[in-house]
């Protein structure tokens, strides 16, 4: 029996016994308690707790399952057997207060013997050692003896507050030949018997209402179903695998199946958790997904297979899954896009962490690798402390675990020491103020010049070496140094044709530009370099500014004369603009205002870069910044004849370069000032 027919005898099964039938809740739980929907009850957690309406007595679904991080975590056990995942499918049924011991004791008994088949020879349960009634039910349904077990085995909860009760589950007998216990038992259903709910102090308080939640593992189902052992050899991991061989050009072997394994089951639970919205990031859910699908291009990797794999396979997952779950189609282009992104950031840093790792292991004494080297793959290259720890557990070595937090800490107190502390440094250089060169703006992509400081972990130094985070002076620079809420440059400087320096900003300190970044070669003070920049960042940057501009002339005709600017800060493509006006916006202000900037960008106006005195500007009626200082000779952007502001930043030529303007949000940041985010450019469109 496949998955999709395993799947629908459950539920024709329950509806058949009065059960509502629902779809999967998502992935992400409405539950600040968990990273991830871990369980089919978690959607059902308010209802359970009597803090929501049961919108049915009786319900059933299949839901989809994610346990890596947090309190059910099995990610480090998935490739190693034959039933771990991260992600998997779990079928439950439920009662709120209707059936409860022996209806689900009955149902859970017929269903497996019954409708499924399964020998009850081959069948075991366990209750609570407590639990006197289910045992009593047990032995009277299906003629078995329970074997009684403790709170470690027989009482569940999704975290460590919220409903719980003592549960009794079934295993199945995978076969006496079958050497290791945990193996050959398995367990494919629990019944749990909602009843308590614990709160922060473990105190346990009587539910409302006493309740069935139930769940077993569509996986271990298939197993059963189709005479496997291993969960993935069933039908529908067997089409993930077939699909892995062709993308990476290798066939699975007795050696590399716990990679096959690996990138299958993180292919599900990357391609899904996506699908429901997860983002990849360095923070809690999106950091879980990060790690797994890192974890899996690591696997790739040491199937020879380089760069985007996941992304690659996501459609082997819509064959397989997609009639179950149709989100996974529905979102393909966007979960696609987004693991591109995120396999395109890592190949790399993969490639090059593994070697510093290998250069590592020979050095490695009594099997422990030193934090420090755990840190720096971390830091530098990415590798999420679990990746390192996976990639050396078939080695036997450990990590320093105490030794990685330790340089954290570290590396933790020095950035903070350094934004603090950088700024001072830097106004302490005097021969850079001597610079000329240093403070004015070109607009040139790509110049050469020399490297007149490095400051690294705030010391000024000679040379610096790949790895270093560093913050670099040079005699002259064509990187715009975040001013007047534009933020800077980034971009890259090469030293004979090798990039040595990724600059993520470039700051600025009283009028000298700081290139901050990441050394990827080394850097040494006199070296000659060319400096580029990232000229779609910067042009992005410019309509944003631009758009600025007619943002804020746009508002005084919409609004009134009055409408000040506060305060800016211009992205590549997006826009927050404070200004002076005392309520909220109308939809219909909005929408006039955003039309009008679209009106003027249609208009394709030329926008005017000029110097001029200050006195000029001014006769001409040129907008100025409240408060700001300004030289003798200034710069004035005038786009057509609707706007004209005293400005240092980056703009366009032609308002038809900002393509489109959308406004997202207006609101109030304190009384009398409201704040507008706009997109331009293709993120608008
Ligand atoms: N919530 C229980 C479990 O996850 C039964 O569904 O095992």
Redesign the pocket.
């Known amino acids: 029996m496949k998955y999709n027919e395993i799947r629908k005898t459950f539920l024709d099964f329950f509806e058949s016994k009065g059960h509502k039938i629902v779809p999967s809740a998502s992935l992400i739980p409405n539950d600040p308690t968990l990273l991830f929907t871990v369980?089919?009850?978690v959607p059902w957690k308010g209802i359970l707790q009597g803090t929501e309406p049961a919108f049915a007595p009786r319900v059933a679904d299949v839901q989809k399952c994610i346990r890596a991080g947090g309190k059910h975590n099995d990610l480090d056990e998935v490739g190693y057997d034959g039933r771990h995942h991260t992600f998997f499918e779990?079928v439950?049924n439920w009662s709120f207060g209707d059936y409860f011991k022996e209806g689900a004791i009955e149902y859970s008994w017929e269903l497996l013997t019954k409708v499924l088949g399964l020998d009850p020879a081959k069948l075991r349960v366990t209750t609570h050692e407590t639990d006197e009634e289910s045992t009593a039910i047990w032995k009277k349904v299906a003629g078995k003896d329970a074997i009684r077990l403790g709170d470690k085995d027989n009482w569940?909860s999704?975290g460590d507050t919220g409903p719980c009760g003592p549960?009794t589950e079934i295993f199945y007998d995978f076969g006496a030949d079958i050497e290791n216990e945990d193996d050959r038992w398995v367990e494919i259903w629990?019944d749990?018997f909602m009843q308590y709910d614990r709160d922060a102090n473990g105190n346990l308080t009587p539910l409302p209402k006493k309740n069935v939640?139930?769940?077993g593992g569509l996986e271990r189902w298939a197993a059963i179903m189709q005479g496997k052992v291993d969960n993935y050899d069933t039908d529908l991991f067997v089409g993930l695998m077939k699909s892995i061989e062709d993308v990476v050009g290798v066939q699975k072997n007795a050696e590399n199946t716990p990679s096959f394994k690996v990138i299958a089951d993180h292919l599900r639970a990357v391609g899904f958790a996506i699908a429901d919205g997860v983002i990849p990031s360095n923070t809690d859910r999106g950091y879980v997904i990060r790690r797994i699908l890192r974890r899996a291009m690591r696997h790739g990797q040491m199937l020879g297979h380089k760069g985007a794999l996941l992304s690659k396979l996501y459609p082997a997952l819509i064959t397989e899954m997609g009639a179950a779950y149709p989100e996974l189609a529905r979102e393909e282009s966007r979960v696609v896009e987004i693991i591109q992104n995120e396999e395109n950031a890592f190949a790399d840093m993969l490639q090059n962490g593994m070697k510093l790792l290998e250069n590592e292991i020979p050095k490695v004494n009594n099997n422990v690798l030193p934090g420090e080297v755990a840190f720096k793959l971390f830091d530098t290259y990415g590798f999420p402390l679990d990746l390192t720890q996976m990639i050396l557990r078939d080695k036997n070595i450990d990590v320093d675990v105490a030794g990685f937090e330790k340089s954290m800490a570290e590396q933790k107190e020095r950035s903070r020491a350094n934004t603090k502390g950088t700024r001072t440094l830097w106004e302490s250089q005097t021969q850079l103020s001597d610079t000329d060169d240093t403070k004015k703006y070109m607009p040139e992509n790509e110049m050469e010049s020399k490297v007149l400081s490095i400051l690294r972990n705030g010391e000024f130094v000679q040379s610096a070496n790949a790895g270093d985070e560093v913050e670099v002076a040079l005699d002259k620079t064509n990187f715009y140094g975040t001013q007047g809420g534009q933020v800077g440059d980034s971009g890259e400087i090469k030293k004979d044709d090798n990039t040595v320096m990724n600059v993520s900003e470039a700051a600025r300190v009283n009028n000298v530009v700081i290139h901050k970044g990441v050394l990827t070669d080394s850097l040494n003070v006199g070296d000659t370099v060319k400096t580029i920049i990232n000229q779609s960042a910067r042009q992005q940057t410019a309509r944003a500014h631009t758009a600025t501009h007619l943002l804020q002339a746009a508002l005084r005709h919409v609004l009134n004369e009055d409408v000040e600017q506060r305060g800016s800060k211009v992205s590549p493509d997006s826009v927050r603009f404070d200004f002076s006006f005392g309520r909220a916006m109308t939809p219909e202000e909005k929408q006039a205002t955003e039309d009008l900037i679209n009106q003027w960008i249609n208009a394709d106006m030329p926008v005017k870069h000029e110097e001029m005195s200050l006195d000029e500007a001014k006769s001409k009626g040129a907008m100025a910044l409240f408060g700001e200082k300004y030289g003798d000779t200034v710069k004035v952007i005038t786009a057509g004849d609707v706007s004209c502001e005293l400005c240092g930043g980056t703009h366009i030529y032609h308002t038809g370069e900002i393509i489109r303007a959308k406004i997202n949000k207006e609101k109030s940041i304190s009384s009398g000032i409201r704040r507008i985010t706009m997109s331009v450019g293709t993120l608008a469109e």
């Open positions: 369980a089919g009850m779990m439950g569940w999704a549960c629990n749990v939640d139930t769940g």
